[in-house]
Each structure stands twice: as C-alpha cells, then as structure tokens.
T-cell receptor
Framework: DTAVSQTPKYLVTQMGNDKSIKCEQNLGHDTMYWYKQDSKKFLKIMFSYNNKELIINETVPNRFSPKSPDKAHLNLHINSLELGDSAVYFC???????????FGPGTRLTVL | DQQVKQNSPSLSVQEGRISILNCDYTNSMFDYFLWYKKYPAEGPTFLISISSIKDKNEDGRFTVFLNKSAKHLSLHIVPSQPGDSAVYFCAAARYGGSQGNLIFGKGTKLSVKP
C-alpha cells in the first residue's frame, strides 16, 4: 500500500500552460505539504496545509496554488507555467506539523 | 542563505565500516533535526530524528549525534551496507514554528562499496 502517492510521475508541458499535480495520503495524517527540488537539488517547502490552515512560503509565486478537497488530498495547481518551474515536486504528510514527514515519489515537471 | 549545510557532496565507504555524515546549521532557534534517505526516482524516506533536549539518538545501525554549542549534527551508520548507498538529507525545524517548515541541506551522496 502506497502511503503518499502522486500523479503524474512525469509531466512535460509548454510554457504558458496550466497544469495540476495530485497528491493523496492514506495515513490519516492531518498535515500535508508541497516541496520543490530544483536543479541544485535543494528541497524547499512551498506550502503546508493543516486543518484548513494554509501556510505559504513567501517566495512561492502566486501562480502556484494548493487545493485540498479533503484531508487526504492536497493538489498543486500551477498557472502560466514558466521555464524556471521545471523541477521535481514532492508531496508529503505528517500527523503533526514538523514531526517526521512521509514523502511521495515525486513528480518531475519539465516546461519546454 | 543556507541555514542547513552539508558540506560534503559525496562520501565513499567500504562495506562493514562506519559512515559518518555531517551537517551544520546556523539558526540557533532550530530545536528538532531529522535525517532522510533518498534513492533515485523516489521520495525521501525518514531515517531518524533528534530533539535539542538530547545529544544522541540511536535506532539500530543508525545513530544521530547533536552538538548544540557547535550547531552540528552527524549521522553514523555502523556497519555500512551496500543498500545504504543513497543521498542523505539533513533537515532542521523549530518545533511549534511555521507549520512543518523543514529546512533541508543539499544532501550527501553515500556510496558503500562491497
């Protein structure tokens, strides 16, 4: 059983397009996150979402928006994709904020 | 401005020997530290954590040491096995701070040779 799953695993798209990445966790966790791993391999938090409270990293452009239809899902929507958005995006979840987070397998986004 | 630094991008160790991975941090407000392991094309997996009230935490072959005065932590793997070959990320956070805001280092690639 996959604890944290993401779809798609690979996403190739053109500049200017709008795309979504889905994330689901079956661990019953209360907090979910989105991370970006850029070309320099840094893993940086983009959002955390807990009990309908969204914490946004201030460096994230507003073209990125997380949407949570329920506690088990946190999807990432990206509008007007740019070349610099190319990266691997990881979803994660934890029972409480900060405590050990379980990561999904990642989605490699390539913007052409 | 890197708050968590892993200055060794790679480390090569012989099977059966000890692997020591190092991590330094700059923010004295960090009070919770974690190590993650990552294989290619997979997400990071949690290995071990330590809070600032301790200086050592052990789990099987893995031990994390924390030196608060030096703002330094290290992960020891004894004995090292070929399956330990992966990228290891150090992460730090303020427990109770911005929800779940883990700050990651850049990672150290460990290669364990048979």
């Amino acid at each position: 059983d996959t604890a944290v799953s993401q779809t798609p695993k690979y996403l190739v798209t053109q500049m200017g397009n709008d795309k979504s990445i889905k994330c689901e966790q079956n661990l019953g966790h209360d907090t979910m996150y989105w991370y970006k791993q850029d070309s320099k391999k840094f893993l940086k938090i983009m959002f955390s979402y807990n009990n309908k409270e969204l914490i946004i990293n201030e460096t994230v452009p507003n073209r990125f928006s997380p949407k949570s239809p329920d506690k088990a899902h946190l999807n990432l929507h990206i509008n007007s994709l740019e070349l610099g958005d190319s990266a691997v995006y990881f979803c994660a979840s934890s029972q409480e904020p900060v405590l050990k987070q379980f990561f999904g397998p990642g989605t490699r986004l390539t913007v052409l | 401005d890197q708050q968590v630094k892993q200055n060794s991008p790679s480390l090569s160790v012989q099977e059966g020997r000890i692997s020591i991975l190092n991590c330094d941090y700059t923010n004295s407000m960090f009070d919770y530290f974690l190590w993650y392991k990552k294989y290619p094309a997979e997400g990071p997996t949690f290995l071990i954590s330590i809070s600032s009230i301790k200086d050592k935490n052990e789990d099987g072959r893995f031990t994390v040491f924390l030196n608060k005065s030096a703002k330094h932590l290290s992960l020891h793997i004894v004995p090292s096995q070929p399956g330990d070959s992966a990228v290891y990320f150090c992460a730090a956070a303020r427990y109770g701070g911005s929800q779940g805001n883990l700050i990651f280092g850049k990672g150290t690639k460990l290669s364990v040779k048979p």
